[in-house]
């Protein structure tokens, strides 16, 4: 399977499927970097967690390829800022791994982050570099 990126917003690449949403993460998790990570969390990036610092930039992709909206909680202890997708009217998750068994409580409603991705996530080198890096990677 070739994957191709949505050329604009309207247009979708590919059907949402559970065999093309494994592949697609498989090509994540390859591709994700401490360059890929958060500027905030890049200190605590390691290739053992490599979903660490990762959850703007893979929301922004994953709505690339499968559409849906993307989602913004807080974290109700430190006040951290999550990202996630909604499709298909399922939460879709890719990064929750980066916490381990410690899932925070997320505090207050989600709002709808659909503004800031296309705004400032996609327009980032970390969004470029992991688009790049999905590209190069070789399919499943």
């Given at each position: 399977m070739v994957f191709k990126f949505r050329p604009d917003?309207?247009?979708?690449?590919?059907?949402f499927s559970e065999s093309a949403l494994m592949i697609l993460y498989a090509k994540l998790r390859n591709s994700w970097s401490r360059e890929t990570a958060d500027k905030n969390y890049r200190d605590r990036w390691t290739p053992e967690?490599?979903?660490?610092?990762?959850?703007?930039?893979?929301?922004?992709?994953?709505?690339?390829?499968?559409?849906?909206?993307?989602?913004?909680?807080?974290?109700k202890d430190s006040k951290n800022i999550h990202y996630y997708n909604h499709i298909e009217g399922k939460d879709l998750d890719l990064t929750v791994e980066q916490y381990g068994e410690n899932i925070p409580v997320w505090a207050g409603k989600p709002t709808n982050a659909n503004g800031i991705m296309s705004s400032f996530t996609r327009k980032s080198k970390r969004y470029a570099l992991?688009?790049?890096?999905?590209?190069?990677?070789?399919?499943?």
């Open positions: 917003i309207s247009t979708l690449s590919m059907e967690n490599r979903a660490w610092g990762q959850c703007a930039v893979t929301a922004a992709v994953v709505q690339d390829f499968f559409g849906g909206d993307v989602f913004r909680v807080h974290d992991l688009k790049k890096g999905l590209e190069q990677s070789p399919n499943s």
